[in-house]
């Protein structure tokens, strides 16, 4: 069984920084892409930023230029750091990840719990 345990939400003001955790862990065979989205009631789920293994990077255009994804592949583990933040950007924030159980075998994805990131003004 795989599970994504995200960490690192909570509230901060306007112009302040946060930053989220996601570690992946179960059995795993590799992880192809992992990213963040983020979700408020009653809109979809939207995507925040994704990273490839080999490190390619992918930005919703909203936070270019606030937020940083990076990875460490060794500890099957995503980040999100978040700058700049603004109250608009208050949001369940998911972690996901696209893998592989086993070799040669079917992609899946997984999600986590989500984490509540609220920025007052």
């Known amino acids: 069984q795989v599970q994504l345990v995200e960490s690192g939400g909570g509230l901060v003001q306007a112009g302040g920084s946060l930053r989220l955790s996601c570690t992946a862990s179960g059995t795993i065979f590799s992880i192809a892409v992992m990213g963040w989205y983020r979700q408020v009631p009653g809109k979809q789920r939207q995507l925040v930023a994704t990273i490839t293994t080999g490190g390619s990077l992918n930005y919703a255009d909203s936070v270019k230029g606030r937020f940083t994804i990076s990875r460490d592949n060794a500890k099957n583990t995503v980040y999100l750091q978040m700058d700049s933040l603004k109250p608009e950007d208050t949001a369940v924030y998911y972690c996901?990840?696209?893998?592989?159980?086993?070799?040669?075998?079917?992609?899946?994805?997984?999600w986590g719990q989500g984490t509540q990131v609220t920025v007052s003004s």
């Open positions: 996901n990840a696209d893998l592989l159980l086993r070799r040669n075998g079917p992609q899946f994805r997984f």
